[in-house]
């Protein structure tokens, strides 16, 4: 079966150090893997997503990057972090008109 | 590029009454709707999916395009129903989801 991890559950970085979030897929080949990040009121706002390796599409310019350098891994970056950067990230893979399926997500806080 | 609204932040009702999160869409062509929810402590998941026309925990939802809405539904609510509710249409054409803003549900004894 198919199964999503992502870590680390909980961060807690200084403004200005760089970021690294992982999020890996088993079960599946050439997954659409999707970073979102969810924030209180704001809703789910999609931040990047990727139907390939090295194919990355960024839906909001940011301080944020995201990278697929094999088929089934999905890294979240920042080289400097800010203080509105804080969110509850999330990772997920699958098909929009199959449903998608959810990493347990990380609570990122810049302090 | 499609728009969903999910007006209402909070809603509250008491356990085994009818309850209604609404969405509303904004599309050009035939759409796809979806439901998430997401439980305290536990993942984001789909609920259901318009195309599948399926009810799922005694929710249902209806696609009415005269309105625009998508509306989600359960005539008798419970409390293991309290949760995070987010209504979702694709982004025509595309491979990506668009998640509204999410209707927080409590459901009081």
């Known amino acids: 079966s198919q199964t999503i991890h992502q870590w680390p559950a909980t961060l807690v970085q200084p403004v200005g150090s760089p970021l690294s979030l992982e999020c890996t897929v088993e079960g599946t080949s050439n997954p659409n893997l999707y970073w979102y990040r969810q924030a209180a009121g704001r809703g789910l706002q999609l931040l990047f997503y990727s139907v390939g390796i090295g194919q990355i599409s960024s839906e909001v310019p940011q301080n944020l990057s995201a990278s697929r350098p094999q088929d089934r891994q999905f890294i979240l970056s920042s080289k400097k972090l800010l203080l509105s950067d804080s969110g509850f990230y999330l990772c997920?893979?699958?098909?929009?008109?199959?449903?998608?399926?959810f990493g347990s997500g990380t609570r990122l806080t810049v302090v | 590029a499609q728009r969903v609204t999910q007006p209402e932040k909070l809603l509250s009702v008491f356990k085994g009454a009818p309850v209604e999160l609404k969405c509303n869409y904004s599309y050009s062509g035939s759409p796809e709707l979806f439901w998430y929810v997401q439980y305290s402590r536990q993942r984001l998941q789909l609920l259901l999916r318009h195309i599948s026309r399926e009810s799922i925990k005694g929710f249902t939802a209806d696609l009415n395009k005269g309105e625009t809405s998508f509306h989600l539904k359960k005539p008798f609510a419970q409390e293991e129903d309290s949760a995070m509710y987010y209504c979702a249409p694709p982004q025509g054409g595309s491979e990506k989801l668009v998640f509204g803003k999410g209707t927080k549900l409590t459901v009081n004894p």
């Open positions: 997920a893979w699958g098909l929009w008109f199959y449903g998608y399926t």
